[in-house]
């Protein structure tokens, strides 16, 4: 689905006085919204590129200036990238009075090409090679969230301690445990629809205080443009109602964690080419093959899915985090399941990714390995029936930490032809200083457990 502002109407809300505001937003390593917001005048006087520091893409999510990046670093001065408008992008936003935004995709000063280890250039590039074979990549993610009664600014002074969530008990599926919450879901809903983002429906999920919020599929890089603008929507419209709201994927470790499923076809000629009614489920060789790559580089695609230290820790028996990189039929006990089967809506859902995931990084890898499975008319093995988590025999596990992961990401041949080297080896320095960080912290557990007793 486009955005919902042309650049036409822009201009005719800007004279008028309706929007004062554009905001012009790359996307970060983290999948965060970094930019400018310009003065409505000027950007339709001037609306196609403006400049960001080459920091922004060598981050930590406090902001750090991390050091060992080949892109960027003090040697090197931190200079510019341009950031160019995807006039296409334009939408409102309803929940911020007078505001309007466009998505940048950012540009080399010297060599005018994409940054390659920009979230949205990787994107474009897996939907480029894709286009070749002659397929649209359809896409769409699922998001879960907490609710949390307190306000961020509340909760950073207090050190996120005695947090308390919005519900008392499980609401999943709840209409009435879920009517507390209807002032912010409600205004989520129809501020992300007021966006141009065609909202389906929000509800209640397995643990207190926890919810999901579900769009209509779009092409991939309109799922992962709308992805990061309803995180970004939830968190600012709970601050409007005095709350918060986190996609950490593991808030505490006696709860449910929160997920982010991505459901993936393709299509070709306007149709789902998934789509086989006379193949067993429904499903076509293509989508077998497309299966097959996923399963087969599914280790290396797990950084992309889970990239924190925090992330492994939704990896739990019994509460519908994966544990197995397996397929199956609508079993939720699977990292991959085949949703409508038998019906020209069946599609791949990869279970994996947790909420902290970066869209844009996610669908491409994913993008990455199942076209890899169709050039290499790579067999798809049976599926897997029963539970998973009790599953004991030579069955493809999840990693189980960031280090496994990041170790299975750098021996990826396909991830290093497919996305580059170089891009590759920004995301490892990302994972090797989140790990830097996490050995360096004394947690709250090594206190309790050791203070008196070690």
């Not at 996923?294 to 985090?321: D, I, M």
């Not at 994996?352 to 995931?357: A, K, N, Q, R």
Request: proline content about 4%; some cysteine; overall charge negative.
């Amino acid at each position: 689905m486009p955005a919902n502002l042309d650049f036409d109407a822009l201009k005719a809300a800007v004279h008028s006085g309706e929007i004062d505001t554009v905001m012009v937003a790359l996307v970060d390593m983290q999948g965060r919204l970094q930019g400018k917001r310009f003065h409505a005048a000027h950007f339709i006087e001037n609306p196609h590129e403006t400049h960001c520091c080459n920091y922004l893409l060598a981050t930590d999510l406090e902001m750090e200036t991390v050091q060992g990046y080949r892109a960027t670093s003090w040697a090197s001065g931190y200079g510019d990238y341009v950031m160019k408008s995807d006039l296409a992008t334009l939408r409102r936003l309803p929940w911020i009075p007078g505001t309007a935004l466009c998505f940048a995709d950012l540009y080399d000063h010297n060599t005018h090409e994409l940054v390659p280890h920009a979230p949205r250039s990787i994107l474009r590039r897996q939907i480029t090679r894709a286009e070749a074979m002659g397929f649209t990549p359809m896409m769409a993610t699922e998001l879960e969230f907490f609710l949390f009664e307190q306000g961020y600014k509340d909760l950073f002074d207090a050190g996120y301690r005695d947090l308390v969530p919005t519900a008392r008990h499980n609401v999943d599926y709840g209409l009435t445990g879920t009517f507390a919450d209807e002032p912010v879901m409600r205004d989520l809903r129809n501020g992300l629809y007021g966006a141009g983002i065609p909202v389906e429906n929000s509800k209640g999920e397995a643990e207190a205080g926890q919810h999901e919020i579900n769009v209509k599929y779009s092409d991939a890089l309109d799922t992962a443009d709308m992805h990061v603008l309803i995180k970004a929507a939830t968190k600012e419209i709970s601050q409007l109602h005095g709350k918060s709201a986190t996609f950490i994927a593991k808030y505490a470790h006696g709860k449910a964690g929160s997920s982010s499923h991505v459901h993936q076809s393709l299509f070709r000629d306007g149709k789902n080419a998934f789509h086989d009614p006379d193949a067993q489920h429904g499903m076509s060789e293509l989508m077998q093959h497309y299966m097959a790559g996923q399963l087969a580089h599914a280790s290396e695609l797990t950084y992309f899915l889970a990239p924190y230290v925090n992330s492994y820790k939704r990896f739990v028996t019994g509460l519908f985090a994966p544990t197995k990189a397996i397929w199956s039929i609508d079993n939720r006990t699977a990292g991959f399941r085949v949703c409508g089967d038998n019906t020209k809506g069946v599609r791949v859902e990869c279970r994996i990714g947790g909420s902290d995931l970066n869209p844009y990084l996610a669908c491409a890898v994913l993008l990455a390995a199942g076209l890899t499975g169709i050039e290499k008319k790579l067999p798809l093995e049976p599926a897997f029936s029963g539970d998973a988590y009790a599953a004991q025999a030579a069955v493809r596990e999840i990693p189980k930490t960031l280090g496994a992961a990041a170790e299975a990401l750098n021996a990826s041949q396909m991830l290093r032809t497919q996305l580059g080297d170089e891009v590759v080896d920004h995301y490892l320095r990302a994972a090797a200083w989140e790990l830097e960080e996490q050995n360096r912290v004394v947690t709250d557990w090594e206190l309790a457990r050791g203070f008196e007793r070690a």
